[in-house]
């Protein structure tokens, strides 16, 4: 009887991060769902990479693939890929989905995941952008036009509980970057039963703290209320010296359309970072802050925003710490620090009324 009830019993201890803060940004443009295989925009890629994550992810520094859901994999020929899956990723605390216990991922979520992304359905925006080339996906995406009970793609199989094999048909399919991409991302089967393509629970290192405050599917110049993302208080991720990731506990996401007023925002501290930024906007940042920027000990920092763009620059304050920007626009705000030395009092009885409130 012990053997049974310490199996089904989700006992699982909560991690903190270690900064008690909240990062401040902002998109110009609205999230249209955050449900991964709907995603085809930037904004909903860039939210949805932050509570959800695929088998692996791309690291935001270099771009390489890295592990992520999946701990490990091998090629065990050219086509044929396998997948060590982690045992230790649960989804973010949603009591009103889950209950009072952590939902753990399993291979159920995966296949189901998969599953859909082959499916032949109106919401599933990412066929032939994910799934085309792996073996008999076509063929199931040609004769199902609703999910349906059995699971018979052939390229597609579970091993046993922790082993993922997938097969394509093309040796020079670039697999891994597929599964990195945010349309791929891992969701709640069980999730999904409740809130359908509504859905927002994924096993990343924030959750949406606000569920009340989700618009989906609005026009361009709809107003969004901002949406807050607080830390997955079970996120499996660590960073090389053992520490629990997101460093930083809470993210607040606004969605205000004007450039000049999203600088204006950042110099009052309204904002930490401003994505993006038009040359002319930058004169004219800096015809009010060039002395913070240029300083010995700037409180600025500009950069490029990736390697092959000279028109749009990066803006953000220079106590943020590990923001990459790469080629892809990827973002990874879990790695993201606040570095709090020098902080006035004023600013920490602040953030902590701020955070309480969330």
């Not at 991922?105 to 189901?112: E, G, P, S, V």
């Not at 607040?252 to 993006?276: P, R, T």
Request: charged share 25%.
């Amino acid at each position: 009887m012990f053997v049974l009830f310490s199996c089904t019993k989700q006992n699982v201890s909560e991690n903190h991060p270690l900064i008690n803060d909240t990062l401040k940004i902002n998109f110009k443009k609205n999230y249209l769902t955050l449900f991964p295989p709907m995603v085809f925009d930037a904004t909903s890629a860039q939210i949805v990479s932050q509570i959800y994550d695929g088998l692996v992810k791309y690291n935001p520094k270099n771009l390489k693939i890295e592990p992520a859901i999946a701990k490990s994999w091998h090629k065990k020929n050219d086509t044929v890929y396998i997948f060590k899956i982690r045992q230790d990723v649960y989804f973010g605390k949603y009591d009103k989905v889950f209950g009072n216990s952590p939902e753990k991922l399993t291979m159920k979520d995966i296949l189901f995941t998969f599953q859909y992304l082959c499916t032949n359905m109106p919401s599933n925006k990412n066929f032939y952008s994910s799934m085309w080339k792996i073996a008999g996906a076509s063929e199931y995406y040609k004769n199902h036009a609703s999910l349906s009970k059995g699971f018979d793609i052939s390229g597609i199989k579970a091993l046993n509980d922790s082993t993922l094999q997938i097969t394509v048909t093309d040796k020079d399919f670039p697999l891994l970057k597929i599964l990195a991409n945010p349309s791929s991302s891992i969701f709640s089967r069980k999730a999904y039963k409740k809130l359908k393509e509504k859905c927002y629970v994924g096993a990343g290192a924030y959750q949406i703290a606000n569920v009340k405050d989700i618009r989906l599917g609005t026009n361009i110049n709809d107003e969004l209320p901002d949406l807050f993302l607080r830390y997955n208080p079970y996120y499996y991720g660590k960073d090389k010296d053992g520490n629990t990731l997101p460093y930083i506990a809470y993210v607040k996401i606004s969605f205000m359309k004007y450039e000049k007023k999203e600088l204006d925002w950042l110099g009052a501290g309204k904002l930490d970072m401003v994505f993006n930024v038009k040359n002319d906007n930058v004169i004219y940042f800096l015809d009010k802050y060039i002395k913070e920027v240029n300083s010995k000990n700037p409180k600025f920092i500009l950069q490029k925003p990736c390697s092959d763009i000279d028109d749009f620059v990066n803006i953000y304050k220079s106590r943020i710490k590990n923001f990459y920007s790469n080629d892809l626009f990827y973002i990874d705000l879990s790695v993201v620090k606040i570095d709090r030395t020098g902080k006035s009092k004023n600013e920490e009885v602040k953030n902590k009324v701020n955070n309480k409130a969330l």
